[in-house]
């Protein structure tokens, strides 16, 4: 599959016994990365993905792979990061570099001819660097995915518990454990086959379309609430808490992992202001949806009443919330697979790796193509089983949130700036050209930033939880 994702005339023969190194990827690069301007790379396009996806169906994709569970949990990080104003400013600046990284990511995907994030690495930065974006890749959607689980179980609870009273535990089917394992298998499953991610743009759109009911629930309530006496914190207690929110926005507005397989099956590309016009449109959809939840959900409870899970403060007893509860499920449903997409392409790409370095080339990676259908088929059931055990066993989202934030600031901000950097050394090795200058000076302060909040967020989340169990 990696052979098949990323150019051969970009990345080096692999060699029996012989150590992966970089400077090859760098002088085949040069090749395809002077014949083409950093602005106007004429190259794109060709890669073994059929283009077959438009603007609008790349926006629902790109849409419903980045209003995930963040949507639950973004009021009351606005609460922890100082009020309304405080955090719309940290977000606004937030939605501004998530764009320029998206932007990075599509010139290097050209540049590459790659298919997924860690093959752009693999190209820009060799195969050592390519197995560490792998395994982080792995571990951020095989958490985003356990994540997903959880919020299904949480949901089911909801409306079981507003129908049948407290003691619908004591109903096996109606159990947290067999809600969670049922949903998975009936609807998930089905859903997580699929060979190019093209194959959910229909899916996305159903969870494009439920994520305007979960915020016409957010504004309905506020408007009808009796009570708009409700304390609002309208500043940080300490300098500190402004950064509090800076995970769950890395979370909440990762769509790397799905944009790289995205971009690379839209018809239009290369040079094309419709692809920087849907990355623009993709993400200001999620900022309004976002700032709407955050804002009304916040105006609606308040400061003391606002819970990590912004369902768990509306009455499941309400029909319009109990509606709400089964959209969101449903949307939950259609973005799993877009992230056991990534996981599984990250997986492949790993175990294929592994199989070249231990020289079974023989077997496995001579027919690598062959087992395909199986090696997914294995990957997927496998992936799904193991998440529905963890979600089991990990009830909280919270956590896993903080955590997978400090996770996607890798793919937002640091994996695309390193890639973009080293496409502009290549090309201009000593910069002599201005532009080329300031492109490096852009990546430099994409990483800067990237390691700052990285660091930031893990002392942020430590500080805040497992100190404090």
């Keep these: ?17 012989n150590e992966y190194e970089t400077p090859s990827v760098s002088t085949r690069l040069s090749a395809t990365i002077n014949s083409n301007d950093l602005n106007d790379t004429q190259s794109g396009g060709q890669s073994s993905v059929r283009t077959t996806t438009t603007c609008l169906a790349a926006i ?12 639950l949990n973004i009021p009351h990080a606005f609460n922890d990061s100082g009020g309304i104003l405080c955090s719309l400013v940290i977000q606004t600046i937030f939605l501004i570099f998530i764009i320029g990284s998206l932007i990075l990511l599509s010139h290097c995907a050209d540049i590459s001819q790659a298919t997924s994030l860690q093959d752009i690495v693999l190209a820009f930065c060799g195969y050592k660097c390519q197995q560490f974006c ?4 792995i571990l951020y959607s095989y958490g985003a995915c356990i994540t997903f689980v959880i919020i299904i179980g949480d949901q089911f609870d909801r409306i079981f518990l507003s129908l049948y009273g407290i003691n619908f535990t004591n109903h096996w089917y109606l159990n947290r454990n067999f809600t969670m394992s049922i949903t998975c298998v009936l609807f998930i499953i089905p859903l997580s086959f699929s060979k190019q991610i093209s ?19 957010v504004i309905y309530q506020y408007l009808k609430s009796d009570d708009q006496m409700v304390w609002v914190k309208t500043r ?56 709407l939840t955050a804002i009304f959900g916040l105006l ?36 799993y697979p877009l992230l056991l997409f990534c996981g599984r392409v990250a997986v492949e790409d790993f175990i294929q790796m592994i199989s070249q370095r231990i020289n079974r080339t023989a077997t496995l990676c001579t027919n690598w193509s062959h087992f395909e259908p199986y090696r997914r088929s294995i990957i997927v059931l496998t992936w799904i089983m193991s998440t529905i055990v963890m979600a089991i066993n990990v009830p909280n989202i919270t956590i896993a949130i903080q955590f997978l934030g400090s996770f996607a600031t890798i793919f937002v901000f ?26 490096a000076f852009i990546a430099s302060i994409y990483i800067i930033i990237g390691v700052f909040i990285l660091g930031l967020t893990v002392t942020a989340t430590i ?7």
């Design 463 to 469: 500080d805040k939880y497992l100190l404090k169990l």
């Design 199 to 217: 194959f959910l743009k229909n899916a996305s759109l159903l969870g494009f379309s439920t994520t305007f009911y979960l915020i016409f629930l």
């Design 60 to 71: 629902f994709l790109t849409v419903n792979a980045t209003l995930g569970a963040g949507l």
């Design 414 to 439: 640091i994996f695309p700036a390193i890639c973009f950097l080293k496409a502009v050394l290549i090309k201009d090795k000593y910069l002599y050209l201005i532009k080329d200058k300031f492109y």
């Design 1 to 17: 599959m990696l052979n098949n994702m990323v150019d051969e005339s970009l990345v080096p023969i692999l060699s029996v016994g």
């Design 300 to 335: 609606t409870f308040g400061s003391d009443y606002i819970e990590n899970d912004l369902m768990s403060n509306y009455d499941a007893n309400n029909w319009i919330v109990l509606i709400a509860i089964l959209t969101l499920i449903a949307k939950t449903i259609t973005v």
């Design 236 to 291: 940080p207690n300490t300098w500190t808490e402004i950064f509090y929110i800076t995970p769950v926005l890395s979370f909440s507005y990762q769509c790397q992992l799905s944009w790289v397989p995205t971009y690379a099956g839209m018809k239009h590309r290369v040079g094309s202001v419709k692809v920087i016009l849907t990355i623009i449109a993709s993400l200001v959809i999620c900022y309004v949806s976002y700032t």
């Design 134 to 137: 792998s395994i982080i890749i």
